[in-house]
């Protein structure tokens, strides 16, 4: 089992800076889990949600705000005065931030960016040619339309299908991934049941869990038989994965 760390470890430092994908890298993560959205001018950019007020001193939605106005901002004063003066990373930068051998998951977010899909994958198509060759690189996202766009010039890229309960957790996850040429689909915590599992280990489709943060919850999730948790604190799920 394969642990990821959600936004960085982003129970240590805030989440999706720089300072939180050095810190994964620290506490022995296998993978980066990351999200990026698109600017006003198509930089791909790494934030979880649509607008800046969570986690930054700015205002506004990402999509409507300039590359050079996100990067003024500040994103780590919020979790601790420590962190103050941390930015909003490029894509680009944590890519180059991080050792080529770690596993890097990016989550593309477009809910309430109204444009049209193929610019955005145009975009991460672009950025992830040359960069993919160099290390592994998953894209993962809840809109399966834009993974159906991206899947042809996805490259060496492999795709994650992330599942939404009301939608997914009837469905067989071995259908939605060919359908999308997934090779991973990831669930929540609370959503994954047996059936999912058998069916997806038996068509050859790895399953991850989201968001995996105590011993107790690891637990309870181990016995599936998942193949990647996506956890807050990377380093104590090490500590207890695999123990009783």
């Not at 950019?45 to 996100?70: A, E, F, K, P």
């Not at 790895?206 to 193949?227: A, C, F, K, S, W």
Request: proline share 6%.
């Amino acid at each position: 089992m394969h642990i990821a760390a959600h936004r960085g470890s982003s129970g240590s430092a805030p989440e999706n800076t720089l300072a939180a994908f050095r810190c994964a890298a620290d506490d022995g993560a296998d993978m980066i889990e990351l999200d990026v959205r698109f600017s006003k001018d198509l930089y791909p950019v790494v934030i979880h949600d649509r607008t800046l007020r969570r986690t930054t001193n700015g205002r506004g939605h990402v999509h409507s705000s300039s590359w050079d106005y996100l990067h003024s901002l500040d994103a780590g004063g919020w979790f601790s005065p420590r962190f103050t003066g941390e930015r909003i990373p490029l894509l680009t930068e944590v890519f180059d931030l991080l050792p080529p051998e770690m596993v890097i998951n990016v989550e593309v977010k477009t809910d309430g960016d109204q444009r049209p899909l193929r610019f955005l994958v145009d975009r991460l198509a672009e950025l992830l040619r040359h960069r993919a060759r160099a290390r592994p690189v998953i894209v993962s996202s809840f809109d399966h339309r834009f993974l159906m766009q991206f899947a042809p010039v996805a490259g060496p890229v492999e795709l994650g299908a992330l599942m939404l309960p009301l939608r997914d957790t009837a469905r067989r996850p071995s259908t939605i991934a060919r359908r999308l040429g997934a090779t991973t689909v990831i669930y929540s915590r609370t959503q994954l049941r047996q059936r999912h599992m058998d069916d997806a280990h038996a068509h050859g489709v790895r399953v991850g869990v989201y968001t995996v943060n105590t011993p107790v919850q690891l637990h309870r999730i181990e016995h599936y038989g998942v193949d990647l948790i996506f956890t807050n604190f990377p380093l104590r799920l090490r500590l207890h994965a695999g123990t009783p």
